[in-house]
Every structure is written in C-alpha cells, then in structure tokens.
C-alpha cells in the first residue's frame, strides 16, 4: 500500500500530533517524503520522533523505504535521468546509504515484478518461444541492449535460431527483410520509449508474427503491437533505471524454455561442452608455442 492508503486504514489510531503530520504529508505527497525527519517534523510542527513513531506505526520499515516509496511515485512521471536528478540524488547520503537504496529499490523491483506476472501470460510466452517453429528474434535498443544480449545468449543454448536484432537501424531493417509468420519477436523496450522497437513490433504483427513485450508501464505504446505484454520494475536509487527485474525475467523465461525443451537442451549443451574443450586445447596449446616473455630489467637501487 502507498502512504495514503496507510493513513486512510490506520486514521482511527492516530493521535493528534499524528494526525497533524498525517496531513502535512498528504499535502505535500509524495515529493514531501524526499526529505529529513527533522524536515518533515518541521514542517508539520512537530518532533522528528513523531515522524519515526508514524512511518513505523504505518507498517513501514525505515525512513528509507518511505524514501523509496516517494522515488518510485515521483520518478514515473518523469522521463529522463536528467529530470529524475532530484528525487534520486541525496546530498547527504552515505556510501552505505546508497548501496542499502539501491538494494531497498531493486528488492521490491523484483517482488512487485513478481507478484504482477500473470502466469498465463507467461506461460504463453514460454510456449511461443519454446515451441516457435521458425526463428525468435531478440531486440532491445539504447540502454536496454545488454538484456537482449543476455536473453539471446542463453535462449540460444535451449533452441536453434535465436537471433538478436541489433541496435543499429540499417542493421535491423536488413534483417527484417526476411521474415516469416512463425517467427517470434521478443522486444524490450522502457522510458523513454524507442521508436525502432515499435515499428520492428508493428512489422512483425503485420507478417502475421508472434510479439512478446517486456516493458516497464501497461501504458507503453508497444503493448497494442504485442500478443503478449511482461512488465518489470525498474526503479532505482539514482537517476538511471534499474534492469535487476529485467534480467530476473529473462532468467525465468531461460529457465522455463529449457525446462520445456529439456531433452535437446541437455544434448545441445553435451555438444557445446565437447566444442568447447576443442577451443580450450588450443588455446592451452597456443600459449604453450608462444615464446617466453623477455624478462623485465630490474631498477637499480
């Protein structure tokens, strides 16, 4: 529940002092959440101990997930790190303090991640790409491309062409030239928004394709271009999103797809490790042939 949900269902225990700062930080919701105890208790005429005796009367853990609650509520109507700089960056927080909010961000990115996967959106997810008798493509652009390196790396051990799109325009267009309606497209793509992502989805729904979209927002453009939408938490502790709940879902989505398809999965990866052996002799036998290093001269004392 959010803070106002809280003060509605805990109205009737609170006390007069309370009561006063329950309204200060409903006026002042939720950027009024960004600052100091002391801040907060000023405001609202009251003492700091006051404002640790509500938030933990709430139901709240620490100030610090008050914080996060404020960030994330703050943060998604903003659409550039640039305009996140101030509800993200604290000017007084410690070393720790930034690790422990970035943790404090990505947990509950991975439980509300979880805890709003419908399983049969993701069970018709695994099966289209499990069960994709032609080619899945894997796309991402800008700052999203490492998880569809990620995702296209270890699919690519559970079944054959698994083929990544790309983030170079004339890259991907080349590879859209050819494709068919039993393909899949598995498309991510966050604020802001790539357009190149849309317009590869409404391709591939034109040819009669399957679209799988993790995204971060049910409001993204590209659900109306998807059969199947996934959503994952991104907020964070600093001004860039989080893909912590990215790459959860993409271990999910390996983990089922290999599962479906563990027979060729345990012998594809029998032949990978008979390959690899091959590449590591020769690497062992390359560096056994290189001369040995001339050694280095010793500095006088």
């Known amino acids: 529940m959010l803070l106002t949900e809280r003060l509605v269902l805990h109205a009737p225990t609170l006390t007069a002092s309370e009561r006063a700062l329950a309204d200060d930080l409903q006026r002042h919701y939720p950027d009024g959440l960004l600052d100091s105890a002391s801040a907060m208790a000023a405001r609202a005429g009251t003492s700091a101990s006051t404002v640790v005796r509500l938030f933990a009367k709430l139901g709240y853990a620490s100030l610090a997930e008050v914080r996060r609650e404020a960030r994330s509520e703050v943060t998604v109507l903003l659409q550039t790190p640039a305009q996140r700089t101030r509800a993200t960056i604290g000017s007084d927080r410690t070393l720790a303090e930034c690790v422990d909010d970035a943790l404090l961000h990505d947990q509950h990115n991975l439980t509300a991640t979880r805890q709003g996967l419908d399983m049969g959106v993701f069970g018709a997810v695994v099966q289209a790409i499990s069960g994709c008798q032609g080619r899945v493509f894997v796309m991402a652009e800008k700052n999203s491309v490492p998880v569809s390196s990620y995702l296209t790396t270890h699919l690519n051990m ?10 170079g325009a004339p890259f ?5 030239l050819w494709t068919e309606p039993q393909d899949v497209l598995l498309v ?23 679209v799988v979209a993790i995204t971060d927002s049910a409001a993204a453009p590209i659900v109306a271009c998807a059969n199947h939408s996934l959503l994952v938490g991104t907020a964070n502790a600093s001004p860039f999103d989080s893909y912590t709940a990215a790459f959860f879902l993409c271990n999910a989505l390996v983990s089922a ?22 590449f590591e002799a020769d690497a062992v036998d390359g560096l056994r042939r290189m001369p040995p290093l001339p050694a280095r001269p010793r500095s006088g004392g």
């Open 257 to 278: 797809v290999a599962q479906q398809r563990h027979g060729e999965v345990a012998q594809t990866l029998q032949r990978r490790d008979a390959l690899w052996k091959d």
């Open 172 to 176: 991907a267009v080349d590879r859209l």
């Open 188 to 210: 991510f793509t966050i604020r802001r928004y790539s357009n190149g992502a849309l317009l590869a989805a409404q391709h591939f729904r034109q040819q009669g394709c399957t």
């Open 158 to 167: 559970c079944r054959p062409q698994v083929l990544e799109l790309g983030a």
